[in-house]
């Protein structure tokens, strides 16, 4: 997987909006969940959101419910993260991985993309 970031990606503003998307470079199984984590110096590696590709199900980490929120794009292969009103705290590097089961545990996502940067400004 891959990560990039599209309008309001890179350094942003407190307040912005912006998408950051990951495309796949195999096939995406139905069965499988695409996850979101990010990870700010110094911290561990947090959940973010993660969706079951099938159904589109999601949950949210409790830090980003009601701002972020992911969507597919399924004849791109592309999983994308919705992130409103940014604030600093969501400074960080975020990876998309894909899963084999519902999972918030970053031990059981595999093929993890490169990592997106997102500094917020304040």
């Known amino acids: 997987l891959r990560c990039s970031c599209r309008r309001g990606g890179g350094v942003v503003q407190a307040g912005d909006s912006l998408r950051l998307s990951c495309a796949a470079s195999?096939?995406?199984?139905?069965?499988?969940?695409m996850g979101w984590f990010r990870r700010a110096p110094g911290k561990d590696r947090e959940f973010v959101a993660a969706?079951?590709?099938?159904?589109?199900?999601?949950m949210y980490g409790d830090s980003v419910r009601g701002r972020f929120t992911v969507s597919k794009d399924s004849a791109k292969n592309t999983v994308y993260l919705q992130i409103n009103s940014v604030k600093p705290e969501d400074t960080a590097v975020y990876y998309c991985?894909?899963?084999?089961?519902?999972?918030?545990?970053?031990?059981?996502?595999?093929?993890w993309g490169q990592g997106t940067l997102v500094t917020v400004s304040s």
């Open positions: 969706m079951r590709w099938s159904n589109t199900r999601t």
């Open positions: 991985a894909a899963s084999i089961q519902w999972s918030t545990q970053a031990s059981e996502y595999f093929n």
């Open positions: 195999g096939r995406i199984y139905s069965s499988y969940v």
